[in-house]
């Protein structure tokens, strides 16, 4: 049933539908089982979150993600799947701490990780944030700090305190990702990219154009160092036209020529990965 509920791998609708009910079911019916229905209410609830979010704006896109979050009109269909599967998650998280469960595969790191997500697609960011420290706490423990799991939940962290304008807490998450992912010995070009990005995204926000414009021409460096078929070219297109429009609003009093070149050159490189979509 579990596996059945990964939006990830390659069952059909109907047989997750399905296996979606079977779980509700066995959760609410299981009591010789604490651990088994909290398992089976966190598949739930990350699957009902999963693909609604995978209804909504198809496959997962980190550059695209709070771009969506902050300009989609959630109907009340889409606000009552998410509030399925923050029920889902609450329930398993109170069996957890009520039967004092052990932490089998991080299962408590990932309830809070999956609970932050939820209340984040809801934009409840006060809980997404509550939710994500203390699954960064957990991982940090369980993992180090350099892993990718808690890599994931500090760069939630931070990305739901941008949205509360809580902007040093957001880019110190941010930078020590950056700083990490530097260190590295085995991460990928995309990774640094998008890492850059979001320092590059923050400052944009927070209206320091220069500095954020060092941190989005970073992430094109890196970006352009990957191999093609591990390039995300929807995410891509948007890095080159945000930083486009960055060098636009930096220029546009001083009216550079090499400043105008670059704009080019970035719109060219944008609709050229837009191309590869199709």
Not at 166 to 172: E, G, K, L, P, Q
Not at 189 to 201: I, T
Not at 232 to 237: E, I, P, R, V
């Amino acid at each position: 049933i579990i596996s059945y509920l990964d939006i990830n791998k390659l069952h059909s609708i109907s047989q997750r539908q399905n296996m979606a009910f079977l779980a509700e079911f066995l959760a609410n019916e299981i009591t010789e089982s604490s651990s088994l229905a909290c398992n089976l209410l966190l598949a739930l609830g990350r699957y009902l979150n999963d693909y609604n979010y995978w209804l909504l704006f198809g496959a997962r896109n980190t550059y695209q993600f709070t771009h969506y979050i902050q300009n989609y009109n959630y109907d009340e269909n889409c606000y009552e799947n998410f509030s399925t599967a923050k029920e889902c998650l609450e329930k398993a998280l109170k069996i957890f701490h009520e039967k004092k469960l052990k932490n089998e595969n991080g299962i408590q790191a990932r309830l809070y990780s999956n609970l932050g997500a939820t209340y984040f697609n809801i934009r409840d960011f006060e809980n997404a944030a509550l939710c994500h420290e203390r699954a960064l706490e957990l991982r940090n423990i369980e993992f180090g700090e350099s892993d990718i799991k808690t890599l994931t939940s500090r760069r939630r962290l931070a990305t739901s305190n941008l949205e509360l304008k809580n902007y040093d807490i957001a880019f110190t998450c941010y930078k020590k990702n950056l700083d990490l992912l530097i260190n590295s010995q085995n991460c990928s070009f995309m990774e640094l990219s998008k890492a850059n990005y979001d320092c590059g995204k923050l400052l944009l926000r927070k209206g320091d154009l220069n500095a954020a414009l060092n941190y989005l021409e970073t992430a094109i460096q890196e970006l352009e160092k990957e191999k093609i078929e591990q390039i995300d070219f929807l995410g891509a297109a948007q890095l080159y036209f945000i930083t486009a429009k960055t060098i636009f609003d930096i220029i546009e009093p001083t009216n550079s020529q090499n400043s105008k070149n670059r704009i080019l050159e970035l719109t060219q490189k944008a609709e050229k990965h837009i191309d590869e979509l199709d």
